[in-house]
């Protein structure tokens, strides 16, 4: 069983449209969080939830919102995509809020035309 | 605010070589500090930590690093290259005991290791 999912692998859509990803954890734990790591392979923190409760949430544009239906899933959705959004995603999970041990899923690669 | 620095973006071995991965720190307090690994087209996993304690951490795969309050350093080393060791190395840093803070990650360094 993986401990962090994600879907899709790989997204490839026109400028504009609207799209989501999912996450899911089964290590059950309490904090999921939401990363984009760039073309030059930087990662960064984008959101985090607790417990379904929104913890973190980094400067990013409002076309981006995070849904966490319960403490297993974490979705992204990413309205009017725009070509530097364009990236890696990825969906982590730790056993408590402020932990540095995360656990990483595969990664969605979103490719904006 | 806390922030790492690793310095080299690319370090190339020999198999059976000496890794060394370098990562500087800046923290106003006490941090935690944590090497991950990333492997072509998957997630991070967790290579070793820092937490309290002893400041030389043993990790999976052979890796280590040491602690260094006074150098604010964290390297990372492996005495002997493997072939699977090419990989991306990320360095991270959280606050200790902050609830609502987050992993601050370095730009990473790229491992290729040549036979």
């Known amino acids: 069983d993986t401990a962090v999912s994600q879907t899709p692998k790989y997204l490839v859509t026109q400028m504009g449209n609207d799209k989501s990803i999912k996450c899911e954890q089964n290590?059950?734990?309490?904090?999921m969080y939401w990363y984009k790591q760039d073309s030059k392979k930087f990662l960064k923190i984008m959101f985090s939830y607790n417990n379904k409760e929104l913890i973190i949430n980094e400067t990013v544009p409002n076309r981006f919102s995070p849904k966490s239906p319960d403490k297993a899933h974490l979705n992204l959705h990413i309205n009017s995509l725009e070509l530097g959004d364009s990236a890696v995603y990825f969906c982590a999970s730790s056993p408590y809020r402020g932990s540095g041990e995360q656990y990483f899923g595969p990664g969605t690669r979103l490719t904006v035309t | 605010a806390q922030s790492v620095t690793q310095l080299g973006s690319h370090v190339s071995v020999s198999e059976g070589a000496l890794v060394l991965l370098r990562c500087n720190y800046s923290?106003?307090?006490?941090?935690?500090l944590f090497w991950y690994v990333q492997y072509p087209n998957q997630g991070l996993q967790l290579l070793l930590k820092?937490?309290?304690?002893?400041?030389l951490v043993k990790g999976i795969n052979g890796f280590e690093a040491e602690f260094k309050k006074s150098e604010t350093s964290f390297h990372l080393t492996k005495p002997s290259a493997h072939m699977s060791d090419a990989a991306e190395y990320f360095c991270a840093v959280i606050l200790a005991n902050q609830a609502g803070t987050a992993l601050i990650f370095g730009k990473g360094t790229t491992l290729s290791v040549s036979s």
């Open positions: 820092y937490t309290t304690g002893a400041t």
């Open positions: 923290s106003s307090v006490p941090p935690y």
């Open positions: 290590l059950g734990h309490d904090t």
